[in-house]
């Protein structure tokens, strides 16, 4: 489990999200324009802009996206808009937890939809610190497999001050304490290691087992509905389905 939600491997073994290239330029423009907003519009000098360029580039989103974002962000020009990040916690069936991350521009419109998402999907919204204190806050690398030998890398993200590493089929996952995410994956790219992508990421402590295919297809449905909503981020949850209740659900 370490290195992804059990949410994010569900996701890889159902093909659940088939996210439309535009949604994925959204939700990356509000990351980048939050960045700029906190930290600057340099990447020279602000390590998270710098890590969601990346990431953009890696999705082929155009320079001109990039730069627009980074002046909404720093407030120049007709594009300047402030962004917030929001933090909503909430149950699925079958008493999962889940955690939702959001960047809007109007707070009321995006608690409304969140309420809504959860309430037709028979969830319901938690008040602040009752979901989220079954979480660790990680910061989360993705290598490609065949750019490096699991040994070497191991070696490498270990000197960099890394927590652990796992490997999954196509890529090797590396866990760092929440602070330490851009300074290792820094250190492993003078390494000359390729970096697929780094992000923070909530790692459940324990995980909720469902086994009754109904409820299931419901936290699935919960999880996926978040997601394709404009406003939201990233979703975490601590969802266990066994493996042959999985391979039974439909795609």
């Known amino acids: 489990m370490a290195g992804h939600s059990k949410w994010s491997k569900v996701k890889r073994a159902k093909g659940a999200l088939d996210v439309k290239r535009g949604t994925v330029f959204s939700k990356l423009s509000k990351e980048i324009s939050v960045a700029a907003r906190l930290g600057g519009g340099d990447p020279a000098g602000n390590a998270r802009l710098r890590s969601v360029i990346e990431m953009a580039r890696g999705q082929s989103m155009p320079n001109d996206n990039i730069e627009r974002a980074i002046k909404r962000g720093t407030g120049e020009g007709v594009d300047a808009q402030h962004y917030e990040e929001i933090v909503y916690e909430g149950y699925a069936p079958g008493g ?5 991350e959001a960047t809007t521009d109007n707070k009321n419109r995006t608690a409304a939809g969140i309420r809504r998402i959860f309430s037709k999907n028979e969830g319901s919204l938690a008040t602040s610190g009752s979901v989220s204190y079954m979480f660790h806050k990680k910061g989360q690398i993705a290598v490609p497999r065949e750019t ?21 089929e196509e890529q ?34 324990t995980t909720v087992q469902v086994v009754d295919e109904v409820a299931a297809l419901q936290v699935l449905r919960l999880c996926d509905s978040l997601e394709d909503d404009d406003d939201v981020q990233n979703v975490y949850s601590n969802l266990d389905i066994p493996e042959e209740l999985l391979a039974k659900l439909p795609a």
């Open 96 to 100: 999962v937890a889940v955690i939702v």
């Open 148 to 168: 490096i030998p699991e040994e070497r890398l191991f070696e490498l993200a270990l000197e960099a001050g890394a927590e652990e590493l796992t490997t999954e």
């Open 172 to 205: 090797y996952v590396i866990l760092t304490s929440h602070d330490q995410l851009y300074a290792v994956a820094e250190a492993l790219k003078k390494e000359s290691v390729t970096i697929e992508g780094q992000k923070f990421t909530f790692i459940p402590d």
